[in-house]
């Protein structure tokens, strides 16, 4: 069973910068994709990035490009998410996602991914 925990959530304004964290654990290799999701109060859970297992495609939600960077380490089973300029509408818990089988096909969709992390409150002030 993998399991993913996220970290580095916080209250912080705008303008300001977070790095989210995720710790995967329970598999014997990091051959798999890595998400990032999101779920705003009274909104749908939506896409903000993935990094494929070795790092070579990235995909970003338009509403963060350019200020939202995803990285990660696989010798420590570790996804990163470097958020600058945070927006009051940045304001979500934010989901660690990792697919069953190494590539999802789709990054974009909840779907196909089979483990999510328990979540991160992120709250930017404005």
């Known amino acids: 069973q993998v399991q993913l925990v996220e970290s580095g959530g916080g209250l912080v304004q705008a303008g300001g910068s977070l790095r989210l964290s995720c710790a995967a654990s329970?598999?014997?290799?990091?051959?798999?994709?890595m998400g990032w999701f999101r779920q705003a109060p009274g909104k749908e859970r939506e896409f903000v990035a993935a990094?494929?297992?070795?790092?070579?495609?990235?995909y970003y939600a338009d509403s963060v490009k350019g200020r939202f960077t995803i990285s990660r380490d696989n010798a420590k089973n570790r996804v990163h998410l470097q958020m600058n300029s945070l927006k009051p509408e940045d304001t979500a818990v934010y989901y660690c996602?990792?697919?069953?089988?190494?590539?999802?096909?789709?990054?974009?969709?909840?779907?196909?991914?089979?483990?999510w992390g328990q979540g991160t409150q992120v709250t930017v002030s404005s």
């Open positions: 996602a990792a697919p069953a089988a190494g590539d999802p096909g789709d990054y974009y969709s909840d779907y196909v991914y089979d483990y």
């Open positions: 329970g598999r014997t290799s990091s051959a798999y994709a």
């Open positions: 990094i494929s297992w070795s790092g070579g495609s990235i």
